[in-house]
């Protein structure tokens, strides 16, 4: 844990209270109070104008990939990336306490939620209706009090809103988990010990090949990329913008060799966060 993440008082969560960003705040700074937020947008700002120390924002899943629209915020977010948090993702299913399952016609939650129990829902029939958060969706069941409904959420979800498991550990793979960035105002970068994370955005020159040349900056020094995406800027097919995290602290003089030559390929680069890597990284299949 970081000194800027263990002098935090208070971190911001996409999300009802419940949700698994709540869950994912718990586990990765257990003595900051969690401060739900309606949106990622709210939940950066919150840092951004003070009102909280950190922010825990989900970037990927490893069954659907991606986090829609994060990558697009991170940029103009004005917030560094100061720590990694993995959370293996249990989906419950929830109902009301005098539900029974076979009595169940109706389940709510959000996209990607019901996107990881597609079994579940082919298997029982299930009609499914997306709701704007997992933990919403509880609070949405508690409150119709209809037997019949349930929703798909986190134990803790299930205990905030007065709702038993009617099945549990529902996702269709249970290698099911998820990635959280933690975000702070201060660049504060993590030392130069033991494993660490650099994360960087660059926009690579509207030239032949420039892509090409860009990693080649990392193959010719030896610098392990563990993630690389795209997207386009600005609605533009000839300004692409990438996203990636490389193994290694920017000290080091394989990765400062790396992102001097990065820096000479692209039309722009800009470190977002050097972070220590999550344990759970060396338990990835």
């Not at 082919?122 to 958060?133: C, E, G, R, T």
């Not at 105002?185 to 033991?194: I, S």
Request: hydrophobic share 45%; proline share 5%; net charge negative.
């Amino acid at each position: 844990m970081t000194n800027v993440i263990a002098s935090a008082k208070r971190i911001a969560f996409q999300g009802e209270p419940g949700a698994y960003a709540n869950l994912a705040a718990r586990e990765a700074a257990p003595h900051v109070q969690a401060i739900p937020q309606p949106t990622f947008e709210e939940a950066m700002e919150a840092v951004k104008k003070g009102d909280c120390d950190l922010c825990i924002i989900p970037v990927e899943n490893s069954l659907i990939g991606r986090i829609a629209d994060i990558h697009h915020l991170l940029p103009d977010s004005d917030l560094h990336i100061v720590g990694e948090h993995f959370l293996p993702i249990r989906h419950q299913l929830l109902g009301l306490k005098t539900a029974v399952l076979d009595a169940i016609t109706d389940v709510y939650s959000q996209a990607p939620a019901l996107a990881q129990v597609r079994g579940l829902l082919k298997q029982h029939k299930f009609a499914a209706h997306n709701w704007y958060d997992t933990a919403g969706s509880a609070k949405h069941v508690a409150e119709l009090n209809d037997p019949k409904a349930a929703a798909i959420a986190s134990t803790l979800a299930g205990e905030i809103y007065g709702l038993k498991v009617l099945k549990a550990d529902v996702e269709d793979e249970h290698h099911n988990a998820t990635r959280f960035l933690l975000m702070s105002k201060a660049d504060a970068r993590a030392p130069n010990v033991g494993r660490v994370v650099t994360t960087l955005l660059f926009q690579v020159k509207n030239a032949p090949a420039s892509l090409y040349k860009a990693l080649g900056a990392f193959a010719t020094n030896g610098v392990n990329i563990t993630k690389l995406e795209s997207y386009q800027l600005g609605g533009s097919f000839n300004a692409t913008q990438f996203y990636a995290d490389i193994q290694g602290h920017p000290e080091t003089p394989a990765v400062a060799a790396a992102l001097e030559e990065l820096r000479f390929q692209t039309a722009r680069m800009a470190i977002m966060g050097v972070y220590p890597a999550h344990a759970y990284r060396e338990d990835m299949p």
